[in-house]
């Protein structure tokens, strides 16, 4: 069980958008940054979008994030079928003192 | 470029010990925070623990799972990071990732990982 909830999948067709949603309390997500990350089959995890809604290098525009309150989302735009992969939003969790991650999305373009 | 080049798993009895290695290179490693992350095989990522950059204090972080049983090192004149786990439990089996981490928790480098598997 994880200390973030994230939608175990979810899927949409080439071109569309879709958001993945990341929610956790005011230990962690309320008050610490959030970060996303990207993960292919066999290889290790990749930043994507740090302090809530800065995209890291080299990633392009149709990547976004956002944080309302206790909650975090990320938004892929013009969807690829190259962007099928394992999204992980990851945050501090002050009450605990560790970081946290959700429990990962497959994202499926169809 | 950055690299983070880990070394040092493989096949352990429960109960028994084994030490991580990260050598790393492409950017000044003594003012880098470091984290080790695993992965059990099918599973999500999960934090290990943290060690802050000198300046930041120089001081460790360890998820509840691990605390007391895994210590993280570094070598700065090495550029290299050590995890020592002992008493390992089958639960442990993972692939374990040495990652930079930012001071707000974003891991932005990371190795290609390293597997760890814990069976009698």
């Known amino acids: 069980q994880s200390v973030l909830t994230q939608p175990p999948s979810v899927s949409a067709a080439p071109g569309q958008k879709v958001t993945i949603s990341c929610s956790g309390s005011?230990?962690?997500?309320?008050?610490?940054?959030v970060s996303w990350y990207q993960q292919f089959p066999g290889t290790a995890p990749k930043l994507l979008i740090y302090?809530?809604?800065r995209r890291y290098s080299g990633i392009p525009d149709r990547f976004s994030g956002s944080k309302s309150g206790t909650s975090g989302t990320l938004g892929i735009t013009e969807l690829q079928t190259g962007d099928e992969a394992d999204y992980y939003c990851g945050t501090w969790d002050s009450s605990l003192s560790v970081v946290v991650f959700g429990g990962g999305t497959k994202l499926t373009v169809l | 470029e950055v690299q983070l080049v880990e070394s040092g798993g493989g096949l352990v009895k429960p109960g028994g010990s084994l030490r991580l290695s990260c050598a790393s290179s492409g950017f000044t490693f003594s003012d880098a925070w470091m984290s080790w992350v695993r992965q059990a095989p099918g599973k999500g990522l999960e934090w290990v623990g943290r060690f802050k950059s000198k300046a930041a204090g120089g001081t460790t972080d360890y998820a509840a799972p691990v605390k007391g049983r895994f210590t993280i090192s570094r070598d700065d004149s090495r550029n290299t990071l050590h995890l020592q786990m002992n008493s390992l439990k089958t639960d442990d089996t993972a692939v374990y990732y040495c990652?930079?981490?930012?001071?707000?928790?974003?891991?932005?480098?990371w190795g290609q990982g390293t597997l760890v598997t814990v069976s009698s």
């Open positions: 302090d809530n809604n």
């Open positions: 990652t930079t981490v930012t001071w707000a928790s974003a891991f932005d480098y």
């Open positions: 005011t230990s962690n997500i309320g008050n610490n940054y």
